[in-house]
């Protein structure tokens, strides 16, 4: 008997562990970029600085489901403050990590659709720090449904060369703010990888776009900024499967 029991078991995990979330979630200030299940989305931040990160999510089963957010403090550096919001009327302080509220989606509804996109802040230090904070929307019903991903701020140690990302390090972009011209400098793992840089402004449209082969090393890559207005705009750079974003700003 206890031999069944502990088989039931074995056969429960396998199938939680074959279960995938049914959601689909974009970063809406890329320009709507698909964002894959337990990826890291990578910032840096300036003094004082107030990042706001929008997620939507889309529910792409054929029943309705109900979600909550959950945010762990994974590393936080000192002086600053992480907290979201559930659309712009819904914002609970730092020491709320997990939504009151659930978010109900039918068939194929998005959250942007009820106007409650989720808003994911971090309000920088005086002192710029590495921050690493995860965030995760579950089905209050169903725990093999699970999305999550992390907002990393500051990280020096990006230099990832797994899922065939060719980039060893980048820089911010340069210089900031910029006027017809801006650089972004880059060190590849390898020779021929590629990296697409999508420039996208703070309403989340993508402004410009460009792809460009590497050679092993610092590659130096140029941004046409002439025709821009004056604003915040932010660099996305994709290559593989990692996505790094520099914030930066044009002033005619």
């Keep these: 008997m206890k031999k069944m029991y502990f088989l039931g078991l074995l056969v429960i995990a396998g199938q939680a562990l074959r279960a995938q979330s049914v959601l689909q979630v974009t970063d809406v200030n890329n320009g709507q970029a698909n964002v894959a299940n337990n990826s890291t989305i990578y910032y840096t931040t300036t003094t004082n600085e107030h990042i706001t990160t929008e997620i939507d999510a889309k529910n792409t089963s054929s029943t309705t489901r109900y979600y909550k957010l959950k945010r762990m403090d994974d590393m936080l550096n000192a002086g600053a403050s992480a907290y979201f919001c559930i659309g712009s009327a819904n914002c609970y302080p730092p020491q709320t990590t997990v939504s009151p509220i659930t ?7 998005t959250l942007s659709q009820q106007s409650i996109s ?16 995860r965030y995760q929307i579950y089905n209050v019903n169903d725990a093999s449904d699970v999305f999550n991903f992390t907002l990393k701020y500051n990280d020096t ?3 990832i060369k797994e899922n065939s990302s060719a980039l060893a390090s980048v820089s911010g972009v340069y210089p900031n703010p910029s006027s017809a011209k801006a650089f972004i400098n880059l060190n590849s793992a390898f020779e021929g990888g590629n990296v697409t840089i999508t420039v996208s402004n703070t309403l989340g449209a993508i402004v410009y776009t460009k ?3 590497l050679s092993t090393g610092k590659n130096t890559v140029s941004l046409d900024v002439d025709n821009f207005v004056s604003g915040v705009y932010f660099a996305t750079l994709t290559s593989g499967n990692t996505v790094i974003t520099r914030k930066f700003t044009v002033n005619k």
């Design 103 to 109: 978010m109900t989606l039918t068939p194929n509804q």
């Design 118 to 133: 989720l808003l994911l802040d971090l309000e920088e230090a005086p002192t710029p720090g590495f921050s690493s904070i």
């Design 157 to 159: 140690g990006v230099s």
């Design 211 to 213: 792809t460009t082969a």
